[in-house]
């Protein structure tokens, strides 16, 4: 079965410095990842995804992930933050064949001190 | 042109009672999901449909009842409402082994 592990619930950083949300995951077959952010009060947005190719993925408001198949991770990247980046960080994961099934990350809420 | 639309966005209702929301998606897509967010934030599936069929169904009391008239809508019912089926429903649509697109969510207060 799949799995998707953030180890953090919280990160804090300072604005303009880098942050990297990380995301580990389990799977016996190939896979889609994904990173979503959700604002407050709003429905998911997707940032990046993974689905095969080059394992650098650049994504929508600056972000980046790589996909590293030996280490099963997905990590979250952007060089500088905003305040505007403050929300909540979702990493999934789906299987390749068969019917799409996404399973979620607990989530990371990433806050941007000023 | 809102692609994912789920309606109402706010349903507050009494403990009992039964409520339904409704999703509609216009990007063609073939699959259509409900999937439940708890307070903690947890998001975790509860059905998914394909080409109107239930290919997933994440044991989810039978309270909760999904139809899917057509492929471009899929609503979800629930009976006899409890406390804790307080949570934010959202709605999501793909094409196969591509991305979902969720819609705005529906928040979700028993009383």
């Known amino acids: 079965a799949q799995s998707v592990t953030q180890l953090d619930s919280q990160v804090p950083v300072f604005e303009e410095a880098p942050v990297e949300l990380r995301c580990n995951y389990s799977?016996?077959?190939?896979?889609?990842l994904f990173w979503y952010v959700q604002y407050p009060n709003q429905g998911l947005q997707l940032l990046l995804k993974?689905?095969?190719?080059?394992?650098l993925v650049k994504g929508i408001n600056g972000f980046e992930a790589e996909f590293n198949k030996s280490q099963t991770s997905f990590h979250l990247r952007k060089p500088s933050v905003h305040i505007s980046d403050t929300a909540e960080y979702f990493c999934?994961?789906?299987?390749?064949?068969?019917?799409?099934?996404?399973?979620f990350g607990t989530g990371t809420k990433l806050q941007v001190i000023p | 042109d809102t692609a994912v639309s789920q309606t109402p966005k706010y349903l507050v209702t009494q403990m009992g009672n039964d409520k339904s929301i409704k999703c509609e998606q216009n990007?063609?897509?073939?699959?259509m999901y409900w999937y439940k967010q708890d307070s903690k934030k947890f998001l975790k599936i509860m059905f998914s449909?394909?080409?109107?069929?239930?290919?997933i169904n994440e044991t989810v009391p039978n309270r909760f009842s999904p139809k899917s008239p057509d492929k471009a809508h899929l609503n979800l019912h629930i009976n006899s409402l409890e406390l804790g089926d307080s949570a934010v429903y959202f709605c999501?649509?793909?094409?196969?082994?591509?991305?979902?697109?969720f819609g705005q969510g529906t928040r979700l207060t028993v009383v």
């Open positions: 999501a649509s793909s094409r196969r082994e591509t991305e979902a697109f």
């Open positions: 799977s016996s077959v190939s896979v889609y």
């Open positions: 993974y689905l095969s190719g080059s394992t």
């Open positions: 999934a994961v789906s299987f390749s064949g068969g019917y799409q099934k996404v399973t």
């Open positions: 990007l063609g897509h073939d699959t």
């Open positions: 449909y394909n080409n109107k069929e239930l290919i």
